[in-house]
């Protein structure tokens, strides 16, 4: 499954929990985004599935960094502070 992060190099493995109902799925960082304010995480229709948010559209989420993809510098952007909502 896969999902679209801002900053993370495209490759990074991350854990995203669903802190409402408590399910976790692995995903893979294939795209950029979401670029909606607030949002820190867009993730796959399949995932979102897994989660069981996928017809609210919405959650708050726990990320844990499984894999840190290499990226090279000048294409890693600084992370600012972010909100738990995807």
Known sequence: MTAAHRHLPLG???RVTCTETGRSVVVRIND???????RVIDLSEGAAKRLGFHKDG?????????????TPP?????????????
């Not at 985004?33 to 607030?38: A, L, N, Q, S, T």
């Not at 919405?58 to 290499?70: G, I, T, Y």
């Open 12 to 14: 990074s493995i991350v």
């Open 32 to 38: 950029r985004g979401p670029y909606i304010r607030g």
């Open 58 to 70: 919405l959650c708050h989420v726990r990320l844990e960094v499984l894999h840190h993809a290499r």
């Open 74 to 86: 000048e294409q890693v952007a600084e992370a600012p502070e972010s909100r738990d909502r995807l």
